[in-house]
Structure formats: C-alpha cells, structure tokens
C-alpha cells in the first residue's frame, strides 16, 4: 500500500516522498568514501542548500547584529534588548515567511504537501481556540525568550573570560572544522532530548504539547512548553566546556531556534512559479514522528541513532505496518 492510500501523506500531492528515506553515509561502516564526499558537497547534501544559508546568516549575525563583546560584559537592558529584538525579527521573517508563502498565499496550492489538512484548525483543544495562534504565542514568548536568555548569558561569559575563547588565527583549522561540525552535533543532541521528552513523565506535562501538532506547519515548530524550551536550547551549553568562539555558540544556537521552522513546513519539495522544483531537506523524516510519535526522534537523520536504537522509519509500508503494530500494542487501538 502506498503512503497516500495508506492515509499517512496528502492524498492531492501529485509526488510523494521518495522512501525508503535514506540516511546520510557520515557514520557508515565500511566507511563509504565516494558516497560520504557526494552527500557533503553535492546537492541537496549536508552544506546545501540549508546549512550553507544557516552558515552564513550566523556570519551576518555576529558582524552585523551582535553588540561588541566589551559592551556585552556587563547586564545591560540596552544591547540585551538588541539580542531579543533580532531573534523575534529573524524568527517572524522566517517561520512568517514560510507560513505566509505556503499556507495564504499558498504559492504552490497543495503540491508536494504531507498534511492531510492545513495547519489552521479552529478547535477548543489550542489556545485562542486556533492551532496557529497558539503556536505563534508560545514561539514568541517563551521560545524567542529561552533562546535569548541562554545567548545573553552565554556572550556574557565569553566577554568576561568565564568561558575560554578560541582564537581563530591561532587554530584556524580547529575553527572552521567545529563551525562545520556543529549542525552535526545538534542532530546527535536533538536526538537524546527529544527522547527523553517521551519518557511518560515528561510527555505528559510537557512535550504533548508541540504534539497537539498532527498536521504540521512553520509555527508549529518551536511550539513547545517553556520547560520543553529550557532542554531544547540546551545544546549552546556545549560552549561552555568545549574551547569555542561566540559566533560557534551563534551559530548553533540560532539554527537550534529557526530550523524547525522548515523542518515543519508540512510539504517536501519547494515549487517555483516555473514550476522548477527544489528540495527543501529531509521532511518526510519528521513529519513521521508527528504522525506516529514513537519513531524519528532525531533532527536530520545525520548521526542515525534512529537506526541504531530501532526507532527508525524509512516510510515505507513495511514500516508503517511496524508502527501501527506497535501503536496497538501500547494504545490498545
Ligand atoms: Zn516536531
Ligand atoms: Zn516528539
């Protein structure tokens, strides 16, 4: 059975992903060499397209948007509102942009869309009674925030010398490999929290609530409970003990907070008004956890712990049929 007759994707997407979905060959025994170079520098691959556009808005970021780190060693309202202003601008542009391009002015209609629905509900169970409105509120208030706060005390450590901080003319090498390294280091720890939000306890009290989200979109990415947020950011605490410069701790923090942004956009491929189609990245990977919750677990599939651990689901029946065995096992539906 197919993934549209099987109910799981949109049955008016006129391409489905492709499945099984493939896993990058980074940690791959026998290593594969040629394989490994293609996914790297080839497109789409680990640097294209979206890494390369993270890379270099970090970049803008630290130069352009980022206060001077002697103006930073001090708790000031003022350049700490600067911090805040520029994450709540980045994260409309981007979650706003993406959800006004796919969902009003519906630039490509239902074309290689997952949903079943469009992520608008009206229903009692959301905030305001409105799945987007709910998912803007608890993105602008809480996500922007919790991101903010753990910038803003992280800058503030490397401007007072708490953290040590890599000199990029003294270890350029070391530099660009830990800058390359980093989307790599989110998958691995995306992974471990996300799998710890399942655990009943933290499921219950926090995590459902970004699953309240069956039907993705844009914002339903950083919709989360503040306490889901405070672990979710987690990873710039890395910096803290890895000898890393600001703009590492930029980086990786910025993508943690505007990557879910795409990784929900709810379709796969991105279709221009010339009809040239262009990949957006794996999202057929993530939208199977929103539609089965006990598998892909990870971000990207990049470090495949999915795969090692046995929650991985490649989209095909085989799985699907795996998955709904299990869901009746531990449901009883
Ligand atoms: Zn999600
Ligand atoms: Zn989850």
Same mark, same amino acid.
């Given at each position: 059975?197919?993934?549209?007759?099987?109910?799981?994707?949109?049955?008016?997407?006129?391409?489905?992903?492709?499945?099984?979905?493939?896993?990058?060959?980074?940690?791959?025994?026998?290593?594969?060499?040629?394989?490994?170079?293609?996914?790297?520098?080839?497109?789409?691959?680990?640097?294209?397209?979206?890494?390369?556009?993270?890379?270099?808005?970090?970049?803008?970021?630290?130069?352009?948007?980022?206060?001077?780190?002697?103006?930073?060693?001090?708790?000031?309202?003022?350049?700490?509102? @600067?911090?805040?202003?520029?994450? =709540?601008?980045?994260? &409309? %542009?981007?979650?706003?942009? /993406? !959800?006004?391009? $796919?969902? *009003? +002015?519906?630039?490509?209609?239902?074309?290689?869309?997952?949903?079943?629905?469009?992520?608008?509900?009206?229903?009692?169970?959301?905030?305001?009674?409105?799945?987007?409105?709910?998912?803007?509120?608890?993105?602008?208030?809480?996500?922007?925030?919790?991101?903010?706060?753990?910038?803003?005390?992280?800058?503030?450590?490397?401007?007072?010398?708490?953290?040590?901080?890599?000199?990029?003319?003294?270890?350029?090498?070391?530099?660009?490999?830990?800058?390359?390294?980093?989307?790599?280091?989110?998958?691995?720890?995306?992974?471990?929290?996300?799998?710890?939000?399942?655990?009943?306890?933290?499921?219950?009290?926090?995590?459902?609530?970004?699953?309240?989200?069956?039907?993705?979109?844009?914002?339903?990415?950083?919709?989360?409970?503040?306490?889901?947020?405070? @672990?979710?950011?987690?990873?710039? =605490?890395?910096?803290? &003990? %890895?000898?890393?410069?600001? /703009? !590492?701790?930029? $980086?990786? *923090? +910025?993508?943690?907070?505007?990557?879910?942004?795409?990784?929900?956009?709810?379709?796969?491929?991105?279709?221009?008004?010339?009809?040239?189609?262009?990949?957006?990245?794996?999202?057929?990977?993530?939208?199977?956890?929103?539609?089965?919750?006990?598998?892909?677990?990870?971000?990207?599939?990049?470090?495949?712990?999915?795969?090692?651990?046995?929650?991985?689901?490649?989209?095909?029946?085989?799985?699907?049929?795996?998955?709904?065995?299990?869901?009746?096992?531990?449901?009883?539906?």
């Amino acid at each position: 059975m197919s993934d549209i007759a099987a109910g799981v994707i949109s049955s008016r997407g006129d391409t489905p992903p492709a499945t099984p979905i493939a896993t990058p060959p980074v940690f791959v025994w026998p290593p594969r060499p040629v394989a490994l170079a293609k996914f790297l520098f080839g497109y789409p691959g680990y640097f294209l397209p979206l890494n390369v556009l993270y890379m270099g808005l970090a970049i803008l970021t630290w130069f352009a948007f980022t206060p001077a780190l002697s103006r930073m060693a001090a708790f000031h309202w003022d350049w700490i509102a @600067i911090i805040y202003g520029r994450n =709540l601008a980045l994260t &409309v %542009l981007v979650f706003g942009g /993406l !959800h006004y391009r $796919f969902y *009003i +002015q519906k630039a490509q209609g239902t074309r290689y869309m997952l949903n079943r629905r469009e992520p608008t509900v009206s229903h009692r169970r959301f905030l305001f009674g409105n799945q987007v409105r709910e998912n803007v509120f608890w993105t602008a208030i809480s996500g922007v925030g919790i991101w903010t706060a753990y910038e803003v005390v992280t800058l503030w450590a490397f401007a007072n010398g708490t953290i040590p901080m890599l000199n990029w003319e003294a270890h350029p090498v070391y530099f660009v490999l830990l800058f390359c390294a980093i989307p790599i280091i989110r998958d691995a720890h995306f992974y471990l929290i996300h799998r710890l939000l399942h655990y009943p306890f933290l499921y219950k009290r926090y995590h459902s609530l970004h699953h309240k989200n069956t039907d993705i979109g844009p914002w339903s990415g950083m919709s989360m409970h503040p306490v889901e947020h405070v @672990i979710y950011f987690s990873g710039i =605490l890395l910096h803290w &003990v %890895l000898l890393s410069h600001p /703009l !590492h701790a930029i $980086f990786h *923090i +910025q993508t943690t907070g505007l990557a879910p942004a795409i990784g929900h956009v709810g379709f796969h491929k991105l279709l221009t008004k010339r009809d040239n189609v262009y990949s957006i990245g794996q999202r057929y990977f993530h939208f199977l956890h929103h539609r089965y919750f006990e598998c892909n677990y990870g971000g990207d599939g990049t470090v495949p712990l999915d795969k090692w651990f046995g929650s991985f689901h490649d989209g095909t029946p085989e799985s699907h049929d795996t998955m709904r065995l299990r869901r009746s096992r531990v449901h009883g539906v």
